[in-house]
């Protein structure tokens, strides 16, 4: 279970009301009331982090702030990594990776087939990232939905037996693993550079990682980006990955986030898997993407 404990009370300092909701039936919970407008002080912070350690999936509502103060509101998280691909940095940010499916004058103003597979963000790199903020700026009328898989009930939800074998394993992760296969059909994947490239050396990490701040244990593979358990011969590696797959994100561990208009999603990289349902290619699509290194 996590240490992590909720104080609902509303903040009455200020000209706002800061509330957290937990959201019935799942493992998120929405921040309304949240004025990025003025100094977000310690003990305002502290109720977020809180929340955020017991939600793996946060929704900050009505949220109208600008670039810079997304940038400077997920810095209060930790420091911020920056996506390999530079190509779709949002000018002047480039903190923020640009999501969208929208293509104006030939070119993809965005990533549009970000989270094609399940995974966690940027868990192919040394230091696996801690969250993402994802703010949305155009939605579209249909679809666009994101799923979210709760990783710690899915190891709690492994056999003993499954349990005690993948206990102490490693599993390499690539970025590379599935990128030409995305290429190959999608619009939105540049050749990377040879830079690129040796920016995103495969890593190795445990195939079950305990949460350094709750203690939690949970899985740490995606179909996305595993490509293979360490010290195992491929066959028998491959096996016990689609297991896992498989496994992990079950229905009965998602939580399924319908967009609204000025929503913003904080998760947890180190808790959850995602996932983009998509939507018909003709609607627009943007929302602005910080990480947060772990």
Known sequence: MSTATLDHRPDTAGTDT??????????????????????????????????????????????????????????????????????????????????????????????????????SDLSYVAKPSLGSML?????????????????????????????????????????LAKYEELRARSPWRPKLSAEQIAQVRPSVHPVVRRHPETGRLGLFVSEHFTTRIVGLPEAESRALLDQLFAHSTRPEFQYRHVWREGDMVFWDNRSVLHLATGCPAHLRRRLHRTTIEG
């Open 18 to 119: 800061l509330q957290i909701r937990p959201l019935p039936g799942s493992f998120a919970a929405e921040v309304l009331g949240l004025d990025l407008d003025r100094p977000l002080d310690d003990a305002r912070f502290a109720r977020l982090h809180r929340a955020h350690l017991a939600h793996p999936v946060l929704v900050f509502r009505d949220l109208r702030i600008t670039p810079a103060q997304q940038v400077a509101f997920s810095r209060r998280f930790g420091p911020l990594q920056i996506h390999v691909l530079h190509q779709f940095q949002l000018p002047g940010h480039p903190e923020i990776l640009v999501v969208s499916n929208i293509v104006e004058n030939g070119q993809p103003q965005g990533l549009g087939d970000a989270g094609h597979y399940w995974h």
């Open 135 to 175: 703010l949305a700026q155009e939605l579209p009328s249909e679809g666009g939905d994101t799923l979210f898989a709760d990783q710690h009930a899915a190891w709690d939800a492994l056999p003993p037996e499954l349990q005690q074998r993948v206990r102490h394993l490693q599993a390499e992760h690539s970025y």
